[in-house]
Nanobody, 123 residues
Framework: QVQLVESGGGLVQAGGSLRLSCAAS????????MGWFRQAPGKERDFVAA????????RYADSVKGRFTISRDNAKNTVYLQMNSLKPEDTAVYYC????????????????WGQGTQVTVSS
């Protein structure tokens, strides 16, 4: 079992930046691809970004390309999402997930999920 805890959410003005963190504990973090997702009120959960265990492969949703960067520090069992040039439409609860591959994670087939952190972008 892997426990995932997100942090770093908050309220920011449009154009601002936030960095989300997802800390893993429990069963070894080793070998898992990780991803970030978001869910706005009344909408489905959407894929945002994913990263392989080595960090050598990343994937982004078109809506965040060039603005968001996913990274990981395996020594700290933590994955990050740097969010720049935030827009009001980025407002959502952001979740992280762990899965066996970037493709599985990106298709919302993660094995483990966190509880989410709220990001609110004001105009």
């Amino acid at each position: 079992q892997v426990q995932l805890v997100e942090s770093g959410g908050g309220l920011v003005q449009a154009g601002g930046s936030l960095r989300l963190s997802c800390a893993a504990s429990g069963r070894t973090f080793s070998g898992y691809a990780m991803g970030w997702f978001r869910q706005a009120p009344g909408k489905e959960r959407d894929f945002v970004a994913a990263i392989s265990w080595s960090g050598g492969t990343t994937r982004y949703a078109d809506s965040v390309k060039g603005r968001f960067t996913i990274s990981r520090d395996n020594a700290k069992n933590t994955v990050y999402l740097q969010m720049n040039s935030l827009k009001p439409e980025d407002t959502a609860v952001y979740y992280c997930a762990a899965g066996l591959s970037v493709l599985l994670v990106a298709s919302l087939n993660g094995d483990y999920w966190g509880q989410g952190t709220q990001v609110t972008v004001s105009s």
